[in-house]
Nanobody
Framework: QLVESGGGLVQAGGSLRLSCVAS????????MAWYRQTPGKQRELVAY???????NYADSVKGRFTISADNVKNTMYPQMNSLKPEDTAVYYC?????????WGQGTQVTVSS
């Protein structure tokens, strides 16, 4: 139901655009979000977008990440600019709060210094 893609290896300062494709009945819920997780740490909320297009970002990515959604394609994107090594993580999408089960496989983002 949730399929993330677009991750990869990028140098610090670079950019990546991830994608999350969800089934239509999921995408029509109120808020869709991106999360990330590094080994040994809890999954953290990165950003979310409401059905009305409002967005909210974690302080750590504010000004660098932009979340958007294509309701026709049932796809959500974060455009990630000015990437930092601390952005290295597996990125996942889900609702906010996260109640869609199971989670997708995620997509690995690695930022080298």
């Amino acid at each position: 139901q949730l399929v993330e893609s677009g991750g990869g290896l990028v140098q610090a300062g670079g950019s990546l655009r991830l994608s999350c494709v969800a089934s239509k009945n999921i995408f029509n819920i109120n808020r869709m979000a991106w999360y990330r997780q590094t080994p040994g740490k809890q999954r953290e909320l990165v950003a979310y977008i409401t059905s009305g297009g409002s967005t909210n970002y974690a302080d750590s990515v504010k000004g660098r990440f932009t979340i958007s959604a294509d309701n026709v394609k049932n796809t959500m994107y974060p455009q990630m600019n000015s990437l930092k090594p601390e952005d290295t993580a597996v990125y996942y999408c889900n609702s906010h709060p996260a109640y869609i089960s199971p989670w997708g496989q995620g997509t690995q983002v690695t930022v080298s210094s």
